[in-house]
T-cell receptor, first 110, second 113 residues
């Protein structure tokens, strides 16, 4: 089983749509969780951290369910500029290493 | 533009060549990382430097040799690479080991002939 598994995608959605990505992780001792965004042929960039209480940043909402070892990202009112690959990232171990999921590709269509 | 600068952006080398990838940051970050990313795959951690000392080596083959000459620079020396080593090599830094965010460079796209 992969350490971090994501929806395979790709997701092609119209502008204005709401889209949700899911992610599961295998290490129950994982400490922190993040969503990164990676544009085509560019470097990954931190989108947001994910907290148990859930957190929202504008059109983006992230949720963590530690009992189910499940993380989600909801994007509301999708914009063309949201087109990218979204990487679920889990931090584990005493060295706080990051493990990246394989990513979900999103294309927002006009 | 990213705050982490990597050179060169592209590199093509033969299997017998020796080359180096360079990474530089001037944010005063004390942790620096090398990742390898194959096409349509996630980044995979290779090395972590903490306060200029190698703290993590993720069982990377010895044909990859990291070096941290000072707190701002991180090199990756390459020797006798294989075609399967062709990938995007990303450097990242963070304030302290394990801190978020990690700031990534644009990467060096490496092709081994």
């Amino acid at each position: 089983r992969k350490e971090v598994e994501q929806d395979p995608g790709p997701f092609n959605v119209p502008e204005g749509a709401t889209v949700a990505f899911n992610c599961t992780y295998s290490n129950s001792a994982s400490q922190s969780f993040f969503w990164y965004r990676q544009d085509c042929r560019k470097e990954p960039k931190l989108l947001m951290s994910v907290y148990s209480s859930g957190n929202e940043d504008g059109r983006f909402t992230a949720q963590l369910n530690r009992a189910s070892q499940y993380i989600s990202l909801l994007i509301r009112d999708s914009k063309l500029s949201d087109s990218a690959t979204y990487l679920c990232v889990v931090e584990s171990g005493s060295a706080r290493q990051l493990t990246f999921g394989s990513g979900t590709q999103l294309t927002v269509l006009p | 533009d990213t705050e982490v600068t990597q050179t060169p952006k592209h590199l093509v080398m033969g299997m017998t060549n020796k080359k180096s990838l360079k990474c530089e940051q001037h944010m005063g970050h004390r942790a620096m990382y090398w990742y390898k990313q194959k096409a349509k795959k996630p980044p995979e951690l290779m090395f972590v430097y903490s306060y200029e000392k190698l703290s993590i080596n993720e069982s990377v083959p010895s044909r990859f040799s990291p070096e941290c000459p000072n707190s701002s620079l991180l090199n990756l020396h390459l020797h006798a690479l294989q075609p399967e080593d062709s990938a995007l090599y990303l450097c990242a830094s963070s304030q302290d080991p394990g801190d978020q965010p990690q700031h990534f460079g644009d990467g060096t796209r490496l092709s081994i002939l």
